[in-house]
């Protein structure tokens, strides 16, 4: 059965740093990329970064410079490292496939950039 657990999320000024953890269980973290969204409430959910099975990676214009995604296949755990964060990147977080499986979402970890 596949499970996601997203972690690291937290309180945090703007131009701070966060580091962000998605342990994944099943076969969804072995074989697919994997991506972190975001939401805020009242919004639809975005991709943030995405990272291939290969490690390439990709991102959304929002956080090009700052954020960096990274995956342990070993561990099964796929990281977000958030730096210079402000308060436009205050959501709840989320890993999951790319792209997502509709029925493996986690329960997210919310970040807040606030000063």
């Known amino acids: 059965q596949v499970q996601l657990v997203e972690s690291g999320g937290g309180l945090v000024q703007p131009g701070g740093s966060l580091r962000l953890s998605c342990a994944a269980s099943?076969?969804?973290?072995?074989?697919?990329?994997m991506a972190w969204y975001r939401q805020v409430p009242g919004n639809q959910r975005e991709v943030v970064a995405a990272?291939?099975?290969?490690?390439?990676?990709n991102y959304a214009d929002s956080v090009k410079g700052r954020f960096t995604i990274s995956r342990d296949n070993a561990k099964n755990t796929v990281y977000l490292q958030m730096n210079s964060l402000k308060s436009e990147d205050t959501a709840v977080y989320y890993c999951?496939?790319?792209?997502?499986?509709?029925?493996?979402w986690g329960k997210g970890t919310a970040v807040t950039v606030k000063g």
């Open positions: 999951n496939s790319v792209p997502p499986d509709m029925d493996y």
């Open positions: 099943g076969s969804i973290f072995s074989t697919n990329a």
């Open positions: 990272i291939s099975t290969g490690g390439t990676t």
